[in-house]
């Protein structure tokens, strides 16, 4: 008979990344198993939709990943669209793939600096979010919100984008590869971090589809899979981008990803400011004084890209100017689901990183 | 007077201890949301926090003076975030981040979220916004300094 030590991680804790409890049995330093708790952040915002009118749920979609809300709203739309059948002129589409890329760059920022913070490196914390103000005031300028943005709305964009701050976003894509390169720099300089990082948390691409993972994780396990290139919305047909994957399958391979990613995105920041057509920037149909009566029927299921991972939306539809049903298939609760996989026979310590690796958002996970 | 000779400077005990305790102001990391990601916002490099003197974020709250409630309190969390305030050493105060701390916010006819975290902890200054700016945040940072020295706001 072995004697297991209990220890309690959270709800308040640094590495949490919000509010996860996790219960962790020891023996010595090594985990032996552990049980994420979650729902500390359960607000139910899926039930709310329900009693919501299709625009104004965006408000909730913003707040589920609170990072990266662009990324949420278009894929809400995407879904919400098919079902009031309104079809979102061709500029809006390149608008909110511009949009939808600056989230994800701010998104991947965030994280690099929370990594960072997990592992003891303070000083990547303020360069990423040094970046990451640059991304918040194209937002700002745009919508007047940093974070929140509540930009999109059902067959349109909320105002259009201006040359101002076309040069706004070009100015900020001229200096921000440099930035990237030298936050990359101070990250992968550092030889603690890459003996933290190198080997520990090997998913394997078996166990990787088995747990539902998706996004930049999956991707560092070696399966070539993006909804953006398998099963291509908006414009992303029309745009020049590789996928990034790495084989290795540890915390540094999806280090690795992510800043692919973010080189990625810059490049179809580019192809798209140069590319975005003329024309209106919302559906007449799609009116102001129109939104409350918009009415659907049927069903649908959207997935979308985000930052973390697939993204999918269903709706259900009986005909009234409010949803029957909004489920939403997050992308970091099948993502955690993996870690008590990851984090078992490793160091405590370790855990911590593998749980940084994650990118968890509990806005999402929770809902 | 010349320059580099003893001076004196007469001042109450109260004065200078209230003076002090403004200027060190630890807020406990208490992100439960999408505020969070503003707080950190208000650490990092554009708004320094650090000129106002909380620039250390602790992460036990024996060590902290000041809870920043950042993100929606829901049922689940209250009494942990409860414990975490009793833990706390006195003088303690506490910074209510976001419309869904103050009353709700966008959750309010939500089933499991607490309608203001005043139904749990006491709280000093309310800072609205969804989320707030970090100049907002810093604004409300300077003004529970200004209520620790016991001036008024206007």
């Known amino acids: 008979m072995q004697d297991f ?12 990344h919000g ?3 996790l219960k962790a049995k020891l023996d010595g330093e090594i985990v032996k198993e552990i049980e994420p708790v979650i729902g500390y952040l359960h607000r139910n915002a899926e039930k709310l939709c329900e009693m919501t009118f299709y625009a104004d749920n965006l408000v909730y979609f913003d707040r589920m990943d609170y990072v990266a809300s662009m990324l949420m709203e278009s894929g809400y739309l995407e879904a919400a669209e098919k079902i009031l059948n309104i079809v979102p002129p061709e500029r809006v589409l390149w608008i909110r793939v511009i949009m939808n890329e600056l989230s994800r760059i701010a998104s991947h920022l965030v994280w690099a600096g929370a990594f960072g913070l997990d592992l003891g490196m303070l000083t990547p914390f303020f360069y990423c979010f040094a970046e990451r ?8 300028e745009i919508c007047g919100s940093r974070q929140e943005t509540n930009y999109m709305s059902i067959g349109g964009v909320y105002q259009d984008i201006t040359p101002g701050i076309v040069d706004h976003i070009e100015a900020f894509l001229e200096s921000f590869p440099k930035r990237l390169e030298e936050i990359y720099k101070i990250f992968v300089g550092n030889d603690v971090f890459i003996s933290r990082n190198k080997g520990i948390g ?5 166990v990787a589809i088995d747990y539902g993972v998706t996004g930049p994780m999956l991707r560092a396990s070696g399966v070539n899979y993006d909804v953006r290139k398998a099963e291509p919305y908006l414009v992303y047909d029309k745009l020049n981008f590789e996928v990034p994957v790495s084989y290795k399958g540890d915390n540094l391979a999806r280090f690795l990803v992510r800043f692919e990613e973010m080189r990625q995105s810059v490049h179809i920041l580019k192809q798209a400011i140069r590319k975005i057509p003329d024309g209106p920037f919302f559906n007449p149909k799609a009116k102001k004084s129109m939104m409350i009566r918009l009415r659907g029927d049927g069903e649908y299921y959207a997935r979308t890209e985000s930052s973390k991972g697939e993204f999918g939306v269903y709706i259900v539809a009986d005909g009234g100017v409010k949803p029957y049903r909004v489920h939403v298939r997050s992308p970091t609760f099948k993502n955690l689901s993996v870690v008590q996989e990851l984090a ?4 405590i310590a370790d855990m911590v990183a593998i749980l940084g690796s994650v990118d968890l958002v509990f806005g999402e996970v929770d809902r | ?5 003893p001076g004196a400077l007469v001042t109450t005990l109260e004065k200078a201890l209230t003076w002090g305790r403004s200027n060190s102001i630890w807020p406990l990391t208490m992100g439960l949301a999408c505020c969070a990601i503003e707080m950190m916002g208000t650490q990092a490099s554009q708004l320094d926090i650090s000129r106002f003197g909380s620039e250390i974020f602790r992460n036990s709250p024996r060590q902290s003076d000041l ?8 049922k689940k969390m209250a009494p942990r975030l409860k414990r975490l305030y009793d833990e706390m050493p006195f003088p303690k105060y506490v910074i209510a981040m976001g419309v869904c701390v103050i009353q709700g916010g966008p959750y309010v006819h939500g089933y499991s979220v607490v309608l203001g975290v005043d139904r749990v902890v006491p709280v000093d200054v309310y800072v609205p916004g969804c989320p707030p ?11 529970l300094q200004k209520k620790i020295r016991g001036e008024t706001d206007r």
Request: cysteine-free.
């Open chain 1, 5 to 16: 030590i209990e220890i309690n991680f959270g709800p308040q804790h640094p590495s949490t």
């Open chain 1, 19 to 21: 509010v996860l409890r």
């Open chain 1, 133 to 140: 103000d640059k991304v918040l005031e194209v937002f700002t």
């Open chain 1, 202 to 206: 090997v998913m394997s691409r078996e």
């Open chain 1, 344 to 347: 078992k026979d490793q160091m």
């Open chain 2, 1 to 5: 007077m010349k320059s580099g000779e």
């Open chain 2, 67 to 74: 809870m920043i409630v950042a993100g929606t309190v829901t």
């Open chain 2, 133 to 143: 700016t970090p100049e907002a945040l810093t604004y409300g940072i300077m003004t």
